[in-house]
């Protein structure tokens, strides 16, 4: 017999309001699922039953009384470790931070308790937010619910594998070059990085910066706009702050698919991509083509996006961590030692170029949007790497550190790009949807990039392509076996 976690998270914000279900009983079957499956997983780092027990039970009076309900009454969410939920720790999985207990709530966070969202504890991630995979000093490693050999990537790793082994039906994440979306497609959930100022982040560094946003991630696009209802907030210290109408997310209904125009890209004109991650995605595209208005496939030009990526994305490091890098590198990753030896050698003239470039990328994407509906891409652009080579990728990182100084860079070696990073400084929303398996037998998905503060309707376009594959063989959502996890060391 399934566990009531596993119902769609629609289903059972409809069950409560009927008073067909009791959230305190939800709540005890997802802890029950969570106590069989986090040993084994590391999804979760540290929970809050006890407050969470205790809402649960208001939760239930309210629902007893009827009437208009708060979208996310009784359903239990999970919050991404670097987001403050009061009396948790926010340590980025760090040393640095390993005695940081949030005073308060996020604002997201306490929109989603307004909301009725029961919060129940906080999802891991790699150390400072940045890595091959979700693993840090402090918490130790998340495993892929799929094959646990392989990297459930980051930084919302441990939400998307939280989601994947149906241990909550609700979780946040944040994105910066792909956070949530790579996490999404290579663990078969969905996820939603939304426009800047959506859901409003007023703790970053740098307040203009549009890389890096929180958002919903879930297991299907109409449970990813129930949680984007409950997340959204505002504050007047976001720069980007803006609120749509909420009522499409709380009422889904599908694009038509049928008046739907399609861009369709593999690889943005700027990124190395898989073969075999080419032939399923044209397979995908295949399934799609027959329900669609029409499909293009176009090579945008975004000129040298990939290389401004790595010049801009810097800034906000310089910022938070600039001086740790300069008096004691070795309590930073050697990720971060990388990109603050490049933001320490870079010069204006660089950064004012990457600028213009972005300048020029978000032109040319919204440009393209004008002729069409929505621009579609796969959502990883190699396999999984193992849990092993990522460990011999960070070895290769740790030793050019040591090579240079901490302000020497060299240009000409920038990193590769992932199919993530072209579209993150254009600050356009992108759904990430799961669509089967991949060639390797791993999860594969896709991202759908929608026109800029237009997330409401991008995810009703997504919610019609998904339908549309899901309802095909070998399109729909995979599921991980989870009967070998006992065997695998935590």
Not at 17 to 30: G, H, I, K, N
Not at 191 to 200: D, K, Y
Not at 397 to 423: H, K, Q, V, W
Not at 429 to 437: D, F, K, N, W
Request: hydrophobic share 45%; charged share 20%; proline share 8%.
């Amino acid at each position: 017999m399934a566990d009531l976690v596993q119902l769609p998270a629609a289903e059972l914000r409809r069950r409560i309001a009927r008073r067909d279900l009791s959230p305190v009983e939800l709540l005890r079957d997802v802890r029950a699922r969570i106590d069989r499956l986090n040993p084994s997983l590391n999804a979760f780092v540290e929970m809050c039953w006890d407050r969470a027990e205790r809402e649960a039970v208001a939760a239930e009076a309210r629902a007893m009384q009827g009437g208009d309900l708060p979208p996310l009454l009784g359903l239990p969410v999970a919050v991404k470790e670097s987001t403050n939920v009061e009396g948790l720790h926010t340590t980025l999985g760090s040393p640095l931070f390993a005695d940081r207990v949030a005073a308060e709530d996020a604002p997201t966070v306490a929109a989603i308790r307004a909301a009725g969202g029961i919060v129940i504890g906080k999802t891991n991630v790699p150390e400072l937010l940045q890595g091959g995979t979700s693993r840090n000093t402090i918490y130790g490693l998340t495993r892929n619910a799929h094959d646990p050999s392989l990297s459930c990537l980051g930084s919302s790793g441990g939400s998307a594998v939280a989601l994947s082994a149906d241990m909550v039906p609700l979780a946040t994440g944040s994105d910066m070059g792909g956070s949530i979306r790579g996490p999404s497609a290579g663990n078969g959930t969905a996820g939603l990085r939304p426009s800047p100022g959506l859901v409003a982040y007023p703790s970053l560094p740098i307040a203009f910066d549009v890389s890096s946003v929180v958002g919903p991630m879930a297991r299907s696009t109409e449970d990813v706009m129930l949680l984007l209802a409950g997340m959204i907030c505002s504050s007047p210290l976001d720069p980007f702050d803006w609120t749509p109408d909420l009522a499409p997310l709380l009422d889904p209904v599908p694009a038509d698919p049928r008046t739907l125009r399609v861009a369709v890209s593999p690889d943005l004109g700027c990124v190395k991509v898989d073969a075999g991650i080419r032939a399923r995605f044209e397979e995908v595209i295949a399934a799609i083509a027959p329900h669609v208005g029409r499909v293009e496939w176009v090579t945008p030009d975004f000129g040298p996006i990939t290389h401004a990526f790595y010049m801009l994305r810097t800034l906000a490091y310089l910022v938070a961590y600039g001086e740790v890098h300069e008096t004691a590198p070795d309590r930073l990753t050697p990720q971060k030692n990388v990109d603050l030896r490049r933001g320490f050698a870079a010069s204006t003239r660089q950064i004012a170029e990457a600028q213009r470039v972005q300048t020029v990328a978000f032109r040319a994407l919204a440009t393209l949007l004008q002729g069409h509906d929505v621009l579609i891409t796969p959502g990883a652009n190699e396999p999984l790497p193992s849990v092993a080579e990522v460990e011999r990728r960070e070895a290769a990182l740790r030793a050019d550190n040591a090579r240079y100084g901490a302000d020497e860079y060299d240009f000409d070696r920038m990193p590769s790009a992932s199919i993530n990073t072209p579209i993150t400084w254009t600050a356009h929303p992108v759904a990430t949807i799961t669509a089967g398996r991949g060639r390797d037998g791993m999860p594969f998905g896709i991202n759908l990039i929608g026109r800029y503060r237009d997330d409401v309707r991008l995810l009703r376009i997504a919610l019609a392509v998904e339908q549309v594959l899901h309802a095909q063989e070998g399109f729909g959502r995979p599921m991980p076996d989870l009967s070998r996890l006992a065997a695998v060391p935590a």
